[in-house]
C-alpha cells in the first residue's frame, strides 16, 4: 500500500489525505505523534476521527475504523469473510496499534 500511494504522489495522480506512519522508528519519548480520544496528530498532519487504519502491507486486510469518543468511540475491525462475517465492533478499542507502518485516512 506504501508504494501504491507513493507512486500516486509521484505521478501527481490524486490520492486520498493520508499519513504514514512507522511506529517502530518513532522515539518513545517523542511528540511526533500525538494521539487522543477524537484524533491523532502526526509531523503537525492531524486526522480527525473516525478515520481509516490500514497496514503498510496490502495482503493484510486488517482494517480498522475509529471512531470518535463523541459518538461513543470504539472501532469495527474489518477482515477477510469468515463464514458470515467480515467484521467485529470493538467498544473499548480506543488507541490506535502501534506494532508497524500503517496508513490513516481521514
Known amino acids: 500500500r506504501v508504494a ?3 507512486t500516486l504522489q509521484e505521478w501527481c495522480i490524486p490520492c486520498p489525505d493520508h ?3 512507522d ?6 519519548n517523542s511528540n511526533v505523534l ?5 484524533f491523532i496528530i502526526f509531523n503537525g498532519k492531524k486526522i480527525e476521527k473516525p478515520f481509516v487504519e490500514k497496514p ?3 495482503d493484510r486486510h486488517d482494517i480498522w475504523i475509529y471512531y470518535p469518543r463523541s459518538i461513543g468511540g470504539g472501532a469495527k475491525k474489518l477482515f477477510r469473510k469468515v463464514v458470515d462475517s467480515s467484521s467485529d465492533f470493538d467498544p473499548n ?7 508497524g507502518i500503517y496508513i490513516y485516512e481521514p
Open 19 to 21: 499519513v504514514i506512519v
Open 4 to 6: 501504491v500511494y507513493r
Open 23 to 28: 511506529h517502530l522508528a518513532i522515539p518513545s
Open 56 to 58: 503498510e502491507n496490502g
Open 93 to 99: 478499542q480506543n488507541t490506535i496499534r502501534r506494532d
Open 34 to 38: 500525538v494521539e487522543d480520544d477524537n
